[in-house]
Nanobody, 126 residues
Framework: QVQLVESGGGLVQAGGSLRLSCAAS????????MGWFRQAPGKEREFVAA????????DYADSVKGRVTISRDNAKNTVYLQMNSVHPDDTAVYYC???????????????????WGQGTQVTVSS
């Protein structure tokens, strides 16, 4: 089992920045690729970003590319999502998740993630 706990969400003005964190416990963190997904009200959960086991590879949804950076610290069992130049369309509940594989389309599909956090709300005001 892997337990994931997100933090860092909140209210931010458009154009601002926010860093989300996801702390993992349980099994060996470096055995998992990590992803961030988000779900806006009335919409399906969508892929945001993913990072491979040691952080060598990263991948982003087109909607956030250039504004968002995913990173991880395996010594701290934590994955981060740095969000810059946020806009109201980024408003959503953000979830981190763990998967054992890497490579598109595998890591962009929520169905391939076996462990999920409870989510953290990000609200961007205009």
């Amino acid at each position: 089992q892997v337990q994931l706990v997100e933090s860092g969400g909140g209210l931010v003005q458009a154009g601002g920045s926010l860093r989300l964190s996801c702390a993992a416990s349980g099994r060996t963190f470096s055995n998992y690729c990590m992803g961030w997904f988000r779900q806006a009200p009335g919409k399906e959960r969508e892929f945001v970003a993913a990072i491979s086991w040691r952080g060598t590879n990263t991948d982003y949804a087109d909607s956030v590319k250039g504004r968002v950076t995913i990173s991880r610290d395996n010594a701290k069992n934590t994955v981060y999502l740095q969000m810059n130049s946020v806009h109201p369309d980024d408003t959503a509940v953000y979830y981190c998740a763990a998967t054992t594989g890497w490579g598109r389309p595998w890591h962009t599909s929520q169905n391939n993630y076996g462990y999920w956090g409870q989510g953290t709300q990000v609200t961007v005001s205009s």
